[in-house]
């Protein structure tokens, strides 16, 4: 009996050590390895991934638009479909890196694009935003309640990275590559320039060209331009490209920053750079390595842009508390004003509010991996606590004013997965850049690419 009543004991006074913890008394610590690169890269690409799979819009199965983990009143029948382009490729990041089965992820994309081929398209191009119970357009504003073509062309870029993908697979497979390659051809690219050499970006059934958006770079929209030369279907000439993308010329900069050469003008930078998603948006899938044209080196200006907003947040030049080598990277994003309201903002060196975007680092591992990796551990081996969720990175964050927001953005979060993949494997490069349509028409263009052989 003794032995029993001290077993007992024992194991009383060792619960209440353990839930006390008393001052005096240390618990004993557990081991938490540092994980190797790969490893890091890894656990970051699968929390990623989680938005597109986890978090999916229940229907459609293709992104939400955003996720709030504070405030369930964010819309959850919102998809957004550039942002589900860039989810298409993230679930093939998923397959190669075993975080869902081949099987799985066939049934899943069936689904996407089934509610995709019978949604709301107007002369071939899906609108912003998609109610995902209903496939109707939801206005993403007044008068733009009818196709995008700039999203449309992140959306094909993932229709032909799974056509690639899967085309010798088996019969399910090759279906869903053919329903890819479907709908990448119903889009009319030339019904968007209205009759002249260039692209406009919206058109609307109820308000025709009323926005009024001609695309004219630099911006995020070099690969509308490719996707719609490259059209086997409704091609445009390339003469838009030359008069109205790269404006006769005039996209061309000597400007410098940082001794770091510009190479061409970003719009609305005042001879600085805009948003990091510049260099990821139209990258995801086009191979920027090896690529030029009479206008550019296409690794040179995405590493020049990458190595300028890093130099501009390491200069810090206004003072902002957290900025330096391993806690950078200004992009689109959530932000928070000085006045403490909330809202969204495409952070860049001459519109920097102190908020740092954890997608404009990670995204830009192909340019700066060693920059990158600081970063990453400096997000998971030093702040995961508070600025890592349930689907990866919160969207943002400023030590400056203690505050990150528990929110995500598709758009976000849906290229760190494959711009990763693109430093380490390559896959969505290779297998967009291996389609025989856009080899044509970069060549059509003037592009050679030393690293696909043209």
Known sequence: MK???????YILFSSVGCTENPSNSKAPEVENPTLTNDELMSQVQKDAFKYFWN??????????ERYHTDDSSFESNKVTTGGSGFGLMTILVGIDRNFVSRSEAVSRLTTALNFLE??????????HWLDGNTGNVIPFGTVDNGGDLVETSFLCQGFLCIREYFKNGNSEEQ???????????????????????ALYWHWSPSYGWQMNFKLEGYNECL???IMAVA???HPISPYAYHEAWVRNGAIVTSGTK???PLIFNHNGASGNVGPMFWAHYSYLGLDPRGLTDQYANYWDLNKNHTDIIYTYCVNNPQGWTGYNDKCWGLTASYTRNTDGTTGYTAHQPNNDKGVISPTAALSSFPYSPTESMRFLRYLYEEKKDQYVGIAGPYDAFSPQFNWVTPRYLAIDQGTIAPMIENHRTGLLWNLFMQAPEIKSGLQALGFTSTQHGF
Do not use: C, M
Request: net charge negative; aromatic share 16%; hydrophobic share 40%.
């Open 175 to 197: 279906a869903l590559a053919q329903k890819a390659d479907d709908l990448w051809k119903g889009v009319e690219w030339d019904w968007y320039t209205r009759g002249e050499n």
């Open 231 to 233: 059209s086997p279907t």
């Open 118 to 127: 019978n949604a709301d398209r107007f002369h071939g191009a899906w609108p």
């Open 3 to 9: 032995l029993l009543e001290l077993i007992v004991i």
């Open 223 to 225: 690969i509308t331009y």
């Open 258 to 260: 940082y001794n770091i």
């Open 55 to 64: 978090y999916a819009e229940v229907n459609s199965k293709l992104a939400r």
